[in-house]
């Protein structure tokens, strides 16, 4: 079975400070995906990185993955209230058992605070 | 185009009643995935279907099936209901088995007294 660790699972800051979020696994994935989810709703895509030490910008969010493929982080530059939420990380087996199969982290509670 | 749609929304059972949750994902989308979000374990895979086939099975009890209509909408069924079971069940919906992009619905946050 394939984990993957999160952290921090809470974070909360005032609007304008910077954070980042990290997930962490022994196994190596084929991508790894980051999820946004408020509450009443379902997770929504932010980003998939596939290529070891890819990295992708959205706005002010930059998505790493590690040169091995076992680990990423999201760092949110600036942050603010709308930036409140729910982060998910996800990877996708490579093989095996969990070939094809979403293991997601435990997730991180961002709140921002005006 | 709509998104995946999920019913019911809230469900309260009671322990040793079976439930039934539906999914209708995206036009076009033949894959379909079920997840089980609860707090202490966070987001956990069920299983995916894809063209009426199950492709992919988590580690779930065998309580817990599913399936998958010709017109690729899905069911999941759980059976003898526990207390543990109460939880958000996630619907996602893709182009194909294992695609990057998952689709989610809202969810159904079922309830087991």
């Known amino acids: 079975t394939q984990l993957l660790e999160q952290s921090p699972q809470f974070l909360s800051i005032q609007e304008g400070e910077n954070l980042t979020v990290y997930c962490n696994s022994s196994s190596v994935f084929s991508s790894l995906q980051w999820y946004r989810q408020e509450p009443g709703e379902g997770p929504v895509l932010l980003v998939t990185?596939?290529?070891?030490?890819e990295v992708k910008k959205l706005k002010r969010l930059t998505f790493q993955f590690g040169d091995a493929r076992k680990d990423s982080s999201l760092h949110i530059t600036a942050a603010q209230p709308g930036d409140t939420g729910l982060y998910l990380c996800a990877g996708k087996g490579a093989g095996g058992t969990s070939y094809g199969k979403l293991t997601f982290g435990q997730g991180t509670i961002l709140t921002v605070h005006p | 185009k709509a998104g995946v749609t999920q019913t019911p929304r809230y469900l309260i059972k009671t322990r040793g009643q079976q439930v039934t949750l539906s999914c209708s994902p995206i036009?076009?989308?033949?894959?379909v995935s079920w997840y089980q979000q609860t707090p202490g374990q966070g987001l956990q895979f069920l299983f995916e279907y894809f063209s009426e086939t199950q492709r992919n099975k988590g580690n779930f009890p065998g309580r817990f099936s599913g399936r998958q209509f010709s017109n690729s909408r899905s069911e999941m069924n759980v059976s003898t209901l526990e207390l543990g079971d109460s939880a958000l069940y996630l619907c996602?919906?893709?182009?194909?088995?294992?695609?990057?992009?998952?689709?989610f619905g809202p969810g159904t946050r079922l309830t087991v007294l």
């Open positions: 036009s076009g989308h033949r894959s």
């Open positions: 990185v596939v290529t070891g030490g």
């Open positions: 996602a919906s893709s182009s194909g088995v294992g695609a990057d992009t998952q689709y």
